[in-house]
């Protein structure tokens, strides 16, 4: 198993453009989250999928949108990216609830918007 | 909103050191995990608990969910323990995720 692969690896955007971030898992898992991690702080949650077709918001959503049509791949789409967007963006996926499961996380997307 | 607090934030040791890290959180939870990030920046879960101890080759974790307090154990440390050792626990509130501590970054000299 591949388990969870993110692409790109790293992205310089300019201000304004817009730029999916790619996320896919191979362990039939129903569970898929994407966090962003900030120098010196937590990482955050930004959106959570419990299946195909049901997306939620998390701790920080705002200018981001995510779309499940498969279980597999759960993509986080930045329309008009701004510097506050800079940050490292992961992936994570579990078999169910994090309450009961380990989380699996993807190598992360180092993004840089100037 | 749950609060994660870890200390230290930054631990350096000699190798072969018994080393402690700790989180405490503020509101009740059904599991905690304890994460490592290696520089580089890859995320691997070590534990994830809900009572009591589990223990993993040299590491051991325990959790008092009364006291809402979290311990990560590195028995007979080794310079490639050297990393940043992350808490984090159920969001709940209805949702689903982790909210995460900011991580406690070990240096293991040799």
């Known amino acids: ?114 | 909103k749950n609060e994660v607090e870890q200390s230290p934030q930054n631990l350096t040791a000699q190798e072969g050191e018994f080393i402690t890290i700790n989180c405490s959180y503020s509101v009740g939870i059904s599991a905690l995990h304890w994460l490592q990030q290696h520089p580089g920046g890859g995320i691997v879960s070590l534990f994830m608990l809900s009572s009591g101890k589990k223990k993993h080759g040299r590491l051991i974790a325990t959790i008092n969910i009364q006291e809402k307090h979290s311990s990560l154990h590195i028995t007979a440390s080794h310079p490639r323990d050297s990393a940043v050792y992350i808490c984090a626990v159920t969001s709940g509130g209805g949702a689903d995720g982790l909210t995460f501590g900011k991580g406690t970054h070990l240096i293991i000299q040799p």
């Open chain 1, 1 to 114: 198993n591949a388990g969870v692969t993110q692409t790109p690896k790293f992205r310089i955007l300019k201000i304004g453009q817009s730029m999916t971030l790619q996320c896919a898992q191979d362990m039939n898992h129903n569970y898929m989250y994407w966090y962003r991690q900030d120098p010196g702080m937590g990482l955050k949650l930004i959106y959570y999928s419990v299946g195909a077709g049901i997306t939620d918001k998390g701790e920080v959503p705002n200018g981001y949108n995510v779309s499940r049509s498969t279980t597999e791949d759960f993509p986080l789409r930045l329309e008009l990216a701004a510097p506050s967007q800079t940050s490292v963006y992961f992936c994570a996926s579990n078999k169910g609830p994090t309450g009961a499961y380990e989380q699996y996380f993807g190598p992360g997307t180092r993004l840089t918007v100037t």
